[in-house]
């Protein structure tokens, strides 16, 4: 059922050097960078780098990182589910790139790797050999959610609990156990969303983002779209994460949420947890910072019971759809791409204010999707549009935007295309 081959072929995953590892970086400047690096585990280079090809026959797609931060080949190993497209709105066609309208769809949580099937509702869970990260082993049968077109799915390992968002005519969030010996269990109730979609749905308004867990893991967000032609609302959905009779009896996500539209946003899109301050500024809250579609980013702050305000809000005049964000532990900073520009913006975590960009446009992508960061890496994945192919751009950010260095732009021909869909690493 599941196939696992190894793509060691350098036709296969031919890969162009923009520019050399570290371009106009004297060489010691380099090398004790990395040694920095290396002294603290949460700024080394991750090992492995996941995207999920999200074709019929669903894969995910593992490339080794190298030291220097580089891609190389690795391995593609089958979902046993089946990728889907949306409908785009607009053209009324299977949506391409951003096949799924989300962020995050795959995961790593601790040593395992969490991927949906939107053609086939359900979520595959794999274990990462910490030896070769590229090698993933499926572990069990895809598991089957309550819901229609997974697109996007988050993890807590500290809980043990997995939990998916269906953005079909069943859209909202449902959550499942998972071990390390058994596998994914059993998916409970559909926290319904009442989007009207249909199955596939239309979009990338009016779906479903992302679903993630903020920084303290105690509790589980879900960002959905808005559609402002349709006067219809976006909203930041929030679930508890209850400890049953104190902890004793395990954890479990509360089937009761609270929906927050923070006033001023519109197209909630992809979100990252920003570390926990404690300092209550906010009543008892988490912040977040969301990207926008309808003009950049935010910095959200959510309380526990259910609110939401905008702390700051960064706006790009001229965007097209500002949709994915990554932070970065090195600039202290957060990373947003827009499908229809290729370049990254550098944005403040503290108010979303633009602190910087950096041009790819050499690299000939139409624009870029998920991305995420390693040490003082970025990663962002562009699945082409069928005339150019998919690729990730790594650029060197540990200068900000300002110095920021193209290192390498890794194509994916061959591999994947125009419906690949999401982006994680694994730290060894
Ligand atoms: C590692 O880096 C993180 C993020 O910059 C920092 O919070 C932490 O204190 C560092 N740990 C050590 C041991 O230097
Ligand atoms: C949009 O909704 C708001 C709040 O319900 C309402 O005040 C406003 O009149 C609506 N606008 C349109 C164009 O329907
Ligand atoms: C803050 O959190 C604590 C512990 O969860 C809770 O007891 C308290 O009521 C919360 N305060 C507010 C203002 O929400
Ligand atoms: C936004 O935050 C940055 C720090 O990241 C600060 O320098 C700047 O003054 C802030 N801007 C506003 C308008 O608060
Ligand atoms: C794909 O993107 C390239 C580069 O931006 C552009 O030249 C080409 O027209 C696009 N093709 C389609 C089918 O949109």
């Given at each position: ?6 793509l ?5 995953f ?35 780098l ?52 989300s ?14 099937n939107?053609g ?16 993933l ?19 807590s390992?500290k ?22 010996k ?17 199955n596939?749905?239309v ?27 349709k ?32 006033s ?13 301050t ?9 912040r977040?910072?969301?990207?926008d ?5 935010a910095?959200l702050?959510?309380?526990s ?9 960064g ?16 600039t ?6 827009d ?7 550098e ?13 790819l446009?050499?690299t ?13 890496f970025?990663y962002a ?16 950010v ?19 295309g ?11």
């Amino acid at each position: 059922m599941y196939s696992t081959k190894r793509l060691a072929s350098s036709l296969l995953f031919a890969f162009i050097l923009s520019a050399g590892p570290a371009a106009g970086l004297p060489r010691g400047e380099e090398s004790k960078s990395i040694a920095q690096q290396k002294s603290n585990s949460s700024q080394s280079p991750a090992n492995a780098l996941y995207f999920l090809t999200n074709e019929a026959q669903n894969a995910v797609a593992a490339l080794k990182i190298n030291s220097d931060g580089t891609l190389s080949a690795g391995s593609c190993t089958g979902t046993g589910g089946a990728g889907s497209n949306g409908i785009d709105g607009s053209t009324g066609q299977p949506a391409v790139p951003d096949a799924l309208f989300s962020q995050s769809a795959l995961t790593v949580a601790g040593n395992h790797l969490f991927a949906v099937n939107a053609g086939s509702n359900t979520v595959s869970m794999f274990a990462i050999s910490r030896s070769d990260p590229t090698s993933l082993k499926p572990m069990g049968r895809p598991a089957g959610l309550p819901g229609d077109f997974p697109v996007t799915v988050a993890a807590s390992a500290k809980h043990g609990m997995v939990c998916a968002g269906t953005t079909g005519a069943l859209a909202g969030v449902s959550c499942a156990r998972f071990s390390a010996k058994g596998g994914i269990g059993e998916f409970d109730a559909l926290r319904g969303f009442d989007l009207g979609q249909s199955n596939p749905p239309v979009g990338p308004t009016n779906t479903v983002s992302q679903v993630f867990f903020n920084d303290v893991q105690d509790t589980l967000f879900a960002t959905v779209k808005g559609d402002p032609a349709k006067n219809n609302t976006g909203f930041l959905a929030s679930f508890p994460v209850l400890r049953q009779n104190g902890g004793t009896c395990g954890v479990s996500v509360s089937a009761q949420g609270s929906m927050a539209s923070p006033s001023g946003t519109a197209v909630l899109f992809g979100a990252r947890p920003l570390p926990d301050t404690g300092d209550g500024s906010a009543g008892n809250s988490s912040r977040i910072f969301a990207t926008d579609a309808s003009f950049g980013a935010a910095v959200l702050g959510a309380g526990s019971q259910g609110q939401a305000t905008v702390l700051g809000k960064g706006t790009l005049a001229d965007q097209k759809a500002t949709c994915w964000a990554t932070l970065n532990d090195v600039t202290g900073t957060a990373f947003v791409t827009d499908v229809g520009i290729n370049r990254l913006v550098e944005m403040s975590v503290e108010n979303a204010s633009v602190l910087g960009e950096v041009d790819l446009s050499a690299t000939g992508d139409p624009g870029l999707i998920d991305l995420t960061s390693s040490g003082s890496f970025v990663y962002a994945l562009s699945p082409g549009n069928g005339t150019t192919s998919a690729a990730i751009s790594v650029v060197d950010v540990k200068g900000g935007a300002e110095e920021a260095k193209l290192v390498q732009h890794f194509q994916l021909t061959g591999v994947a295309g125009k419906n690949s869909q999401g982006i994680a690493v694994f730290h060894s």
